[in-house]
């Protein structure tokens, strides 16, 4: 039997630590899962308009950290993609940040929705600077109750690693509290951190890297039920 393939959205790049880690965490989730899933790079400039053909022969999506990316258009079709047919969908760091865009202009009606890191002039963007750059840092998350995160972790609260420096402007957040894409975990300070997009089969955008976790011989609970969805879809 053929093994079902994970598209890993973005750019690789030795230098960037997420990346080294997620085939790591990969591995580690197959091998406790004995599950029959494989994965593959698909650098953001590959992605042309024919999304679905290009995503047909993979079974989930991983919009990988490493903003921003050299083909932005690319990377929200296949963000696109992902929810629209059902597919798995794990979006880290820079996919947590581009999964919302994607979410804001199709769903909540914004035109034009921007990112801060490459449009540093625009008004009320949806991805805006932190007020504290998360970069290199440790931080505790609180899952929201009742939440796929909070199950899938099985505790009420975490310790989980970053490396960002934009999120989610609060000019938005209320539209979280409604509607199908939800807050999944905040930060001490009340940040949202984590969202999950409710009646899709699994769609879950963190805004710190689980993957680290795989650098410390550490199992990523997100990763192993990523794999795990994937596995059983």
Known sequence: MNAKRIALIGDYSESI??????????????????ANVS?????????????GEALRDYAGVWCVPGSPYENTGGVIAAIRCARETQRPFLGTCGGFQHALIEYAEAVWGVRDPAHAETDAHAVNPVIAPLMCALVEVKGGLHFEPRSRLAKIYGRDSATEEYHCSYGLNPHYADRLQTGALRIAARDDEGGIRAVELEGHPFYICTLFQPERAALRDQLPPLVKAFVSAIAVG
Do not use: F, Q
């Not at 880690?21 to 406790?32: G, N, R, S, T």
């Open 17 to 34: 630590t997420a990346h080294r880690a997620i085939p790591i965490a990969l591995k580690m989730a197959v091998d406790k899962l004995n």
């Open 39 to 51: 994965w593959e790079w698909l650098r953001s400039r590959s992605i042309g308009a024919a999304i």
